[in-house]
């Protein structure tokens, strides 16, 4: 099954409370998927500094003098905030992704969960609530985040199978259903040189992304083509650096709600997710079309029903 | 009237309450408090009991019912009146997919949109939608009425058995075996009783009938693949 959320902040004096509020929404949606949760938050720490989500099994040893070392080869300062097997690494603006690169030479054993201005990514084997509190989760503020809560099929529960999976600077993907074509899609990625390291369907979506992006394709018209070259079932929520975006394959069996009020965008698996929101009550609530990508977007006045650029 | 806040007192417990209803029960009237998109609010009902539910729900709202009236007055998700029996049930906002799926009689009123799947494969079920209603509604449909006061999605009535579908407005496109028919003053007839029986302010001469064409009964080796 799996459960997906997301929230789009309009209204700032809400920005505080954007991580007690996705992860109750996650919360909600255990019963969808008990295996692995993820969430990814997006927030502005500072103007001047890029970051780097990364985790390791044995953090102890992995982040001890790691900042210093990505901080020689960037040849700028950099700071690493430990949280639990995740850490954020703050790095000077505009170098997240050639510090990702670094990484993979300084150290190859810890794995980089996402890079970028704003996004960080945390996710792991559990259940929503142990994994919320687990990286503080609450207690964190943004401008916007999606969440998943996983029940596997198509590879194992692993950390590295957890959703969000990152799929280029600022930019994320949550996904329920099942991919029918990955394994001869992933061949066709891994020859066009992109990397994907495990097994999991939604990966390999995510690696698509990618890959159409680095083509020159723009987020919605990675998203548009995912409609006739991915074969299964999804409906994805992706994160961007100023908004999210929402996907359903042409059959859209998969549950998907969605609401609006002045304060928030907010996307559910079932309204169940969205009905401790303030204001839900009043809110515009409706059900995504299917084959149609939506955009939100902090960049300009919001507007449900817009299609992608 | 009995009130049962769900959100205090759990779903168990209500449909277990409800369950409890004999045919000559003096507890009629029931108002569902909190329902907070539960899941299997009112299911399995078989008594003459009208039931209220103040908000919106999740799946399977009111299925299987046998003879009672369910009234949601919010959003249904996924399956509502799902298999329903005999009654009522009537939706004041939208259902998701599949609503009134299998289902063998009763009345299904939807007084927003219907999502994918409407109706699919009912087995004499009427179902009136008020909005629009999605893609490949009315799927394998075998026997009773849906009604489309606004437009059908892609791929209507595919498949078709004996159902009659009636729409107001556009069609995006008919399903395999899927044809416009004549309406005839029969037709006209049950479209008013029906139209009026689901509070539609809409006339029978506005709207197209569908059914099949009969084409898939037999094998045709032209059909196979």
């Not at chain 2, 209220?52 to 009234?71: I, P, R």
């Amino acid at each position: 099954m799996c459960g997906i959320v997301g929230l789009f902040l309009k209204d700032r004096a809400l920005e505080p409370h954007l991580g007690a509020l996705l992860t109750d929404m996650l919360i909600t949606m255990t019963d969808r998927g008990p295996d692995s949760a993820g969430i990814a938050i997006y927030r502005a720490d500072a103007e001047s500094r890029s970051k780097l989500t990364i985790q390791a099994e044995d953090g102890d040893t992995a982040f001890t003098g790691l900042g210093d070392k990505i901080a020689a080869a960037l040849g700028g300062s950099v700071t690493l905030s430990r949280n639990d097997t995740h850490a954020v690494l703050h790095v000077p603006a505009g170098q997240a992704e050639e510090a990702r690169r670094k990484m993979r030479d300084i150290a190859p054993d810890v794995r980089v969960m996402s890079f970028g201005d704003t996004l960080e990514i945390y996710k792991e084997v559990g259940l929503p609530k142990d994994v919320a509190a687990r990286f503080n989760i609450p207690s964190m503020s943004g401008t916007h985040g999606i969440g998943h809560t996983r029940m596997a099929t198509e590879s194992a529960v692993t950390t590295m199978g957890a959703h969000p999976f990152n799929t280029g600077s600022d930019q994320c993907l949550v996904h329920n259903g099942s991919l029918s074509n990955h394994n001869s899609l992933r061949r066709k990625l891994q020859r066009e040189g992109i990397h994907i390291e495990t097994m999991n369907d939604t990966e390999v979506g995510a690696a698509y992304l990618t890959w159409k992006m680095q083509n020159g394709a723009t987020l919605g018209e990675a998203l548009e083509a995912s409609l006739d070259d991915l074969d299964g079932f999804f409906n994805f929520v992706v994160g961007t650096k100023d908004g999210f975006g929402v996907v359903r394959d042409p059959i859209a069996c998969k549950p998907a709600v969605m609401a609006e009020t002045d304060q928030f965008v907010a996307f559910g698996s079932e309204y169940r997710a969205l009905v401790n929101l303030p204001g839900i009550d009043d809110a515009k609530v409706w059900e995504p079309e299917p084959a149609t990508v939506y955009f939100w977007s902090h960049e300009e006045t919001p507007k449900p029903n817009k299609k992608a650029a | 009237m009995q009130t049962y806040d769900l959100d205090a007192s759990g779903l168990r417990g209500l449909n277990a309450a409800l369950h409890a209803q004999a045919k000559d029960t003096n507890q009629t009237t029931w108002e569902i408090v909190n329902p907070k998109g539960s899941h299997a609010v009112a299911v399995g009902l078989d008594a003459p009991i009208e039931v209220t539910v103040k908000g919106s729900t999740g799946y399977y709202t009111a299925g299987m019912n046998k003879q009672a009236t369910v009234n949601v007055q919010g959003s249904a998700g996924p399956g509502v009146a799902e298999n329903m029996m005999s009654g009522t049930v009537i939706i004041e906002g939208d259902a998701s997919q599949y609503a009134g799926a299998t289902g063998h009689g009763g009345l299904l009123v939807i007084k927003g949109n219907a999502s994918s799947r409407c109706g699919i494969s009912m087995k004499g079920i009427d179902i009136v939608v008020h909005g629009n209603v999605g893609h490949m509604s009315a799927f394998m449909a075998q026997s009773g009425n849906l009604v489309v006061c606004g437009d059908a999605g892609d791929a209507l009535g595919d498949s078709i058995y004996e159902a009659r579908l009636f729409v107001r407005g556009s069609v995006k496109s008919l399903g395999a075996d899927c044809v416009e028919k004549e309406m005839r003053p029969e037709h006209l007839e049950l479209l008013r009783d029906l139209l009026e029986r689901a509070g539609a302010d809409a006339k029978p001469e506005e709207f197209k009938r569908y059914g099949s064409a009969r084409q898939l009964y037999n094998f045709k080796v032209d059909n196979a693949y």
